[in-house]
């Protein structure tokens, strides 16, 4: 079956830090791959996207590359900012089971001045 | 922005009572969802629903969950008996073209369950 597994958090980082959480993944067809953020008290946004191998998604300086060598769609972002702090959720959609996201379990990122 | 509203944002229900939980979607959005995280676990899918009926549904989605439309602009999620492990923050989220939108699903903020 399908699944994704990220990095146990809570990540805590200084400002200006670089930051990965590492995400991997199962599917049993060709998957999309996604990165939510959940701000406190907010939904779940979409962060960035790659629908295919080699993709890079890319957003608000976070980046993510499709890697189906390695299973991996793993998050970075260069310098992180104190507003960066939420929590970040790797999830897939495998062509081969419809339209639901299957989501990790999410880490929470907290950023200190 | 186009948002997706849910109500209410918390909400506290005596077990074995039924509960509905609201949504809009986006407007001119034609799939809709639900989700659940129970605390300290991770998002899972509950239900689809397209052109009026449940198009995909998983395991958890069993006899005492339904959801409806009832009027062209809300989405809600039935709760027939709830039972202590409901207790979860529900998510109501739509997409545009078979979820295969550009820009994923837009997520609501969230309804906090609480079954005491």
């Known amino acids: 079956g399908n699944s994704v597994t990220q990095m146990e958090g809570p990540v805590t980082l200084s400002e200006e830090a670089f930051l990965t959480i590492n995400c991997t993944y199962t599917?049993?067809?060709?998957?999309?791959l996604f990165w939510y953020v959940q701000y406190p008290g907010e939904g779940l946004q979409l962060l960035l996207k790659?629908?295919?191998?080699?993709d890079k998604g890319s957003n608000k300086g976070f980046e993510a590359t499709y890697r189906k060598e390695t299973t991996s769609f793993h998050l970075e972002k260069g310098s992180v900012q104190v507003s960066d702090s939420a929590v970040y959720f790797c999830a897939l959609r495998d062509s081969n089971s419809g339209y639901a996201l299957n989501f990790g379990k999410g880490t929470s990122l907290l950023v200190t001045p | 922005e186009p948002e997706v509203t849910q109500t209410p944002s918390h909400q506290v229900t005596q077990m074995g009572q039924e509960v509905i939980l609201r949504c809009v979607p986006i407007?001119?959005?034609?799939?809709f969802y639900w989700y659940r995280q129970i605390l300290g676990q991770k998002v899972e899918f509950l239900v689809s629903?397209?052109?009026?009926?449940?198009?995909?549904k998983s395991e958890i989605f069993d006899d005492q969950f339904s959801v409806e439309r009832p009027d062209g602009s809300n989405f809600t999620l039935k709760i027939r008996s709830t039972k202590l492990e409901d207790s979860a923050m529900y998510f109501c989220?739509?997409?545009?073209?078979?979820?295969?939108?550009?820009?994923?699903?837009?997520f609501g903020s969230g309804t906090r369950l609480t079954v005491v």
């Open positions: 407007s001119n959005h034609l799939y």
């Open positions: 790659a629908t295919k191998a080699d």
């Open positions: 599917a049993t067809g060709y998957p999309s």
């Open positions: 989220a739509s997409s545009g073209e078979g979820g295969t939108s550009n820009y994923g699903y837009t």
């Open positions: 629903f397209y052109n009026n009926e449940i198009s995909e």
